[in-house]
């Protein structure tokens, strides 16, 4: 397996997702703190970060592997240039592999961690690996149910970024998991572009996502929607501690995401604007982490009591 195989099986763009939790929740996690919090050292950081990309490109491993052998993505329904055993000669069984390889190591990884910082981790890297392999494997996937967002939402958003507060200074609280919201709302808006644009395929395969359940129309509403409420929901984090001022750069970001969503009706949500679709969702999400850092700090600036409970 080439270098371009492998990064081509994990879908290494779409790592954006977890990175920007890792990010928020490390950001959360300085300005929360306080002097006095028990800091995690750099090696049981990085290592927690190593662990959690593992997974995470274990489970895309997995999910190329299953939406090609169950026929969901194939030629003729699939216009992805980068799905490399569609597309290419790239056997299935490298994606198989590649995920049990990934999963293998993060098992070993997570190990050590919850030595290190508790191994109550230990119990929250199965269960994230257990459900990484089920939102595409399994007798009844949950990435062919109405619960797809949800759990993806739930895992890779809000959850991985209280998971990394809590790695990093040992907290969880009310306000860590309301501060982990906007998150959970703008990765449930990715995996809602995904549903719309393979609505076709995906009912032909049976499966029953939100988007095949709703449908189209009201599909495209929902991105809106989640989008948006990504935005409103930091900015009422934001304003009920610092004043409106904290949340300037979240009015900008949520600008530019009604041009960029604007962008996405005109091509339409179909198989064949999937790629372009993806892309430009991707590029809103960046600019949700970027602004929505910016305006954290931003808060804690104009309050600085603002963080520190």
């Keep these: 397996m080439t270098v371009r195989e492998f990064l081509n099986i994990v879908e290494l763009r779409t790592k954006v ?47 190329t592997f299953f939406d090609h052998w169950n026929g969901t993505d194939r030629k003729g329904r699939n216009f992805e240039r980068d799905k490399v055993l569609v597309h290419g000669r790239t056997p299935a069984g490298y994606a198989l592999l590649t995920g049990l390889g990934l999963y293998g190591a993060a098992a ?36 062919t149910t109405p619960f797809g967002e949800v759990f993806a939402g739930g895992f890779l958003g809000g959850g991985l970024v209280c998971l990394t507060v809590y790695v990093l200074i040992h907290r969880f609280d009310a306000q860590v998991a309301a501060l982990a919201v906007p998150s959970t709302l703008a990765v449930a808006a990715i995996l809602t572009v995904n549903n719309t644009c393979d609505l076709e395929s995906d009912r ?13 129309g009201a599909s495209v509403v929902l991105i809106a929607l989640l989008g948006l409420a990504s935005y409103v929901a930091a900015g009422i984090l934001l304003a009920a501690r610092a004043g409106l001022l904290a949340v300037v750069p979240l009015v900008l970001g949520a600008s530019v995401f009604l041009l960029i ?38 808060g804690s600036y104009l309050d600085k009591s603002f963080m520190i409970y």
Excluded: C, H
């Excluded at 990010?23 to 002097?35: C, P, R, S, T, V």
């Excluded at 969503?261 to 892309?279: A, D, E, I, W």
């Design 17 to 63: 997702v977890s990175v920007s939790s890792l990010l928020i929740g490390g950001i959360l996690a300085l300005m929360l703190g306080g002097a006095s919090a028990p800091w995690t050292s750099w090696p049981v950081a990085l290592l927690f970060v190593v662990t959690v990309l593992a997974i995470d490109m274990g489970t895309t491993a997995f999910n």
């Design 108 to 143: 070993v990884f997570g190990l050590v961690l919850g030595a290190l910082s508790g191994f109550e981790l230990i119990v929250y890297g199965a269960l994230g690996m257990l459900v990484g392999f089920l939102y595409s494997g399994g007798p009844r996937p949950i990435a």
């Design 204 to 216: 032909e395969a049976g499966r029953k996502t939100l988007s095949i359940l709703i449908g189209p």
């Design 261 to 298: 969503f604007r962008g996405m009706v005109r091509r339409g949500f179909s198989l064949r604007t999937k790629g372009p679709n993806m892309g430009a969702v991707t590029q809103a999400f960046a600019l949700f982490t970027v602004t929505f850092a910016t305006a954290l700090g931003w």
